[in-house]
């Protein structure tokens, strides 16, 4: 009997063991196939870094690339608002001669009417001051009365060529 329970513990074990060493197996098996996949996995993430890496640079160049375009936007806005200002500048100097040189309101007021429109055209906030000053002298040059200043010469000349007339036959 006890032979028998030897050989059945003996046999028993034996299964035992051969279970044993196949769920070994197939530990084996799967931690290979683990293996495998985490490989793959970091071999993935190493990829993903370095794609990530790249999209930083791109995207950090990008960022840098935004900010000179807007830099330059911000210089050409201001080239083109002080351009603008001085044409402004130049077509009011026009006018205050016109007025000032010849008495010729109608040029002055048509000038400064250029000046306006100009800077509407600008629509910046930094012309709004200068477009109230140039609103109160156009509404100042137009509550001048206008002088025909074609016709005064016409007769300023009549006159000349009257007084001369009469001195030539005096």
Excluded at 5 to 33: I, K, M, P, V
Excluded at 74 to 98: C, H, K, M, P, Y
Excluded at 105 to 118: F, K
Aim: aromatic share 4%; charged share 25%; net charge negative.
């Amino acid at each position: 009997d006890l032979c028998g329970a030897l050989a059945y513990q003996w046999q028993r074990g034996e299964a035992q063991a051969r279970e044993l060493a196949s769920r070994l197996r197939d530990a084996d098996t799967r931690a290979s196939a683990l293996q495998g996949q985490v490989r793959q996995s970091q071999e993935a993430l190493r990829d993903l870094q370095g794609r990530s890496a790249v999209l930083e640079a791109k995207l950090a160049e990008a960022i840098g690339q935004q900010s000179q375009l807007e830099q330059m936007y911000r210089t050409i806005a201001q080239d083109s608002l002080g351009a603008a200002l001085a044409e402004v500048e130049n077509t009011i100097a026009f006018g205050a001669q016109q007025l000032s040189v010849s008495g010729n309101v109608s040029g002055a007021l048509a000038a400064l009417q250029d000046a306006d429109a100009r800077l509407k055209r600008i629509d910046q906030p930094q012309a709004l001051g200068l477009r109230r000053l140039i609103a109160a002298d156009i509404e100042r040059l137009r509550a001048v009365p206008l002088v025909d200043s074609i016709g005064l010469r016409s007769e300023e000349h009549t006159s000349e060529l009257q007084s001369q007339f009469r001195i030539s036959y005096a």
